[in-house]
């Protein structure tokens, strides 16, 4: 089947830039995919020449594909240690359970200096913000889960940059890029919030925060919630290198 023909259930432009993250790197070759729903990402790489595995909790693949394996992202995964040269979970990470669990797996599946690369629905964007503050709820989380019929499509676990970072860090990671796949027209109207949003973030993270140490993690991380990509950005794309510096 045509790789056009699969659909990529995930936000324009995602797989598009989450290929150029993997491209940057010479000698990735051992990618795992997942969850690779119904396989575009994975059908791609295989068309570059890549040695692909794919991975669900079911097999929704729309190809043949021999590499494909059962996979819960809840528990520990089907892989050999150092497995692979790069990770990659296209928004697949706010569906489940155990999102700290599933981090460490991709730690120990990944080869030394190997990559991980997430993406998921943007709730530190300002627009998501501001739709949280008037309704309660986060751009692509807009109305209450059917607790009545759960399903693994759920958005379960909807994170800000800061938890991401930390899942990350505290995980065997260290974060190397930080992108977006599109900043729509309509999320630029928030610019307007930009400076007193950064004043005040500035001063609580100077307040609160008393240990010297964390104070200077946290103008890095103060940095990037203000990048356009995080600031702006509909979904965001973070890249991280497996770090034995802990």
Known sequence: MEESRIPENT????????????TEDRGTVKVLD???GAGAFSHGLLKQG?????????????????RFYIAD?????????????????????????????????????????GKLIISTP??????????????GHHNKCKTP??????SPLHHIHMMAFPKIRYMLHTSGFRISRITTN?????SWIYIIFYPFSFIKTWLVYRKEEKDGQQRRV????????FSKPVFFGETIIVKAKKSDDL
Not at 50 to 66: C, Q, Y
Not at 145 to 150: G, M, R, S
Not at 182 to 186: A, D, G, P, Q, W
Not at 218 to 225: A, D, G, P
Request: glycine share 0%; charged share 30%; proline share 5%.
């Open 11 to 22: 936000s324009k432009n995602t797989h598009d830039k989450i290929a150029e993250l993997l």
């Open 34 to 36: 997942i969850p690779c």
């Open 50 to 66: 890549k040695e692909v595995t794919s991975a669900d909790i079911e097999n929704l693949l729309m190809f043949e594909h021999k």
């Open 73 to 113: 992202m809840n528990k520990p995964l089907p892989f050999a240690d150092s497995e692979f040269d790069a990770v990659v979970c296209i928004d697949g990470i706010e569906h489940i359970e155990n999102p700290f669990a599933f981090i460490r797996e991709c730690n120990r599946i990944l080869k030394t200096d």
């Open 122 to 135: 943007n709730i530190s964007a300002m627009r998501s913000r501001w739709r949280w503050f008037i309704t």
């Open 145 to 150: 889960l059917n607790e009545n019929k759960p």
């Open 182 to 186: 599109r900043i729509k027209l309509v």
């Open 218 to 225: 946290n103008r890095k991380i103060l940095k990037s919630m």
